[in-house]
C-alpha cells in the first residue's frame, strides 16, 4: 500500500508533479519575492524542457538569464524533473540572475605601485653598479699595465736563460771519438 502523502500536488495518472514556486528577480536588483505560481513538471523529461516549462509559466525569456531553485532551506537542488513536490507554505524559490553575477572580476592590471619601485629598484642597482665601474676604470688601467710589465720580464728572463743555453750547445763541438774510453 503506498501512503498518499507522497502524491500530494502530483497527478497520478499523467505522471506530473506540481511544484509551488516562488520568483525572485536577482538580475533586476529585486530581492523579494514577485510571484508565487504552482507549476505542472512531468516526470521523465530533460532539464532543459523542465527550464523551458517554469520559463514560460512565469514569462521569463531563459536565454539571457541563469535559473537556480533553491528549497526552504535556502540549499541549491536541481532543476530536473525529479524535483520533489512541496505545498504553497513551503515554496521554492527561484532565482533568476544573470550571467556572472555573483562574481566579482579582480583586476587584471598589475599595481603599478610595485611594478614601479621594483624598477626603481632595478634601476638603482645599475646605477651604483655603474658608477663604481667608472670609479675602478683608472685603477683597472693600472693593474693591467701592471701586470704587461711583469709578464715581459718574465719572458725577457727566459729568453735570456734560453739564449745562454743556446750559446752553450753551440760551443760543443763533436770530434768524432770519446777522449777517455767508457768504463763498460
Known sequence: MINNMTYVGADKTRGIAKAWIALKRLDLNDKRITALREVPIPRGVESATVRQIISSSFGL?????????????????????????????????????????????????????????SMKT???????????????????????????????????????????RMQMADSHCWRGMFIRPPLW
Open 122 to 164: 632595478r634601476l638603482q642597482s645599475i646605477v651604483k653598479r655603474i658608477e663604481r665601474l667608472e670609479e675602478l676604470v683608472p685603477q683597472i688601467k693600472l693593474r693591467h699595465r701592471e701586470k704587461i710589465n711583469q709578464e715581459i720580464k718574465l719572458l725577457s728572463q727566459k729568453l735570456i736563460f734560453l739564449n745562454k
Open 61 to 117: 525569456n531563459s536565454l539571457h538569464v541563469i535559473l537556480k531553485i533553491r528549497n526552504n532551506r535556502g540549499s541549491l537542488i536541481p532543476l530536473n524533473s525529479s524535483i520533489p513536490v512541496n505545498s504553497k507554505h513551503t515554496p521554492y524559490v527561484l532565482e533568476v540572475v544573470k550571467f556572472f553575477q555573483h562574481v566579482v572580476p579582480r583586476p587584471r592590471i598589475i599595481a603599478t605601485s610595485v611594478i614601479n619601485r
